[in-house]
Every structure is written in C-alpha cells, then in structure tokens.
C-alpha cells in the first residue's frame, strides 16, 4: 500500500519512481492481458490500412483500463487477478472509447485551428481516460473532470507528461530503428511492434499514479488532515 499518494503532492521522480515499482510488483497481473490484446491487435494491423489504426489504438484502451483498475487496487493495498481487471475493462470500455473519440476531435480542432491551442489544452485532458475508467463517469464529464485536476497545476502537468512520454518516445524509436535497415519481415516487424507496446506499459503506470496522486489530493479524504499536505521530498 502507498498511503503517502493520498496526502504528499508528488514531485516527477516519486510519480516515476513509484509508477516503475508497481508496475514491477504488479508485472504478472499486466503482462497476461497486454499479449491478450497487443499481440491480435498488432497482427491485425498488419493487413489493415494504416489509416484504419485507429481501430487498433480504440481496442488497445482495454489494456489501458486494465492497468489503471490494478495499479489502483495495489497502491490502496489490494491485488486483483487479470481476469477481474479484464473484466472490468470491459465494462468500463464503451465510455473510455467515447472520451476518446471526443478527445481526438477536440484534438483535431484545435491543430486545425492553430499548434499553439493545441499545446495550451492539451495538458487539461490528459487525466481523461483514467477519469472515466476509474470513477465511473461518462465520456464527457471525464474531459471536464481531468481540467478540474490539473486546474492550478498547468505548467506541472505539462512538464510532467512531457517528459515521461517523452522518454517513452526516445525509447520506442530506438526499437524501431532495426525496421528501417533490415529487409522486410513481417515477424521481425511483429516482434518490435509488440516490444514498442510493453515498453509503453511503465509509463503508462507512471500516468495513472500521477492522476491518481492528483485526484486523491484533490478529493482527500475526511480524514487527512489539510496541515498533512506537502511536498513529497
């Protein structure tokens, strides 16, 4: 259990440090239903259309609910088996889709408007998904929900998903180098792609205790004391 998620405002190195230690300790819950899903998905993606990806990313969101129900779970001290946190990605997958759908269109509106609003909202949308995956909200309201916990914490939200999807991105492409040297291989292409996929995996934890860590704070509860509140070292 992580009592301290729930009254120490997390600086970048506790939100990675504690994301990368239950991803860790939950790894035998989250790797099952990650190769239940990636490894279909990213075959079928390999006879469809680029631009029918959208598919793939919209079927991905079970693993991304998944996730964020066991990293849940865990930092409040539980431990729920991969069939319990699959199941619960189902039930929760209809409104996850919709906010994301809804979230690629504002997107969308906002790069054809200009990059610059696109940069200034973007950070008020992160926590969406894990909104309505974890607190039972509909599609709509988790854009609204997300906006209210980064409200204040702009520039924080911003440099924090920044960085950590950064080295994401840093990591994915050195991965995917092989593809752009070696010949054509439909199973060496499988293999990167789904290597890609599991190394996303750590950070998209380090998101959800981020969100998770956001909204505790922001919806403490009765019992912690205000004076609590501080800055994690």
């Known amino acids: 259990m992580n009592p301290d998620i729930r009254t120490s405002r997390y600086?970048?190195?506790?939100?990675?440090k504690t994301g990368w230690s239950e991803f860790i300790k939950n790894f035998r819950t989250i790797i099952p239903i990650a190769l239940l899903i990636y490894i279909p998905v990213n075959i079928l993606s390999l006879f469809i259309p680029a631009k029918l990806s959208i598919i793939s990313e919209i079927i991905n969101l079970l693993?991304?609910?998944s996730i964020a129900k066991i990293i849940e779970e865990s930092v409040l001290g539980n431990h729920i088996s991969p069939f319990y946190a699959f199941y619960f990605s189902l039930m929760r997958w209809g409104s996850v889709c919709w906010v994301f759908v809804l979230l690629a269109l504002l997107m969308l509106?906002?790069?054809l408007a200009l990059v610059i609003p696109a940069i200034i909202f973007f950070p008020y949308f992160v926590f969406a998904t894990y909104a309505?995956?974890?607190r039972g909200i509909p599609g709509g309201r988790?854009?609204?929900y997300s906006s209210d916990l980064v409200k204040g914490q702009w520039r924080r939200a911003f440099l924090y998903t920044v960085i950590i999807e950064g080295i994401f991105i840093a990591l994915a492409l050195l991965l995917v180098l092989p593809i752009f040297f070696l010949p054509e291989?439909?199973?060496?292409?499988?293999?990167?792609v789904s290597a890609v996929d599991i190394v996303s995996l750590p950070f998209t934890v380090m998101m959800i205790i981020f969100f998770l860590n956001c909204d505790y704070l922001k919806n403490k509860p009765a019992e912690v004391p205000a004076e609590d509140i501080h800055e994690a070292p």
């Open 109 to 111: 509106i906002l790069l």
């Open 185 to 192: 291989n439909v199973i060496l292409r499988l293999v990167i």
């Open 132 to 134: 309505v995956a974890l």
């Open 63 to 65: 693993v991304t609910v």
């Open 142 to 144: 988790g854009i609204d």
């Open 11 to 16: 600086g970048l190195g506790a939100i990675m």
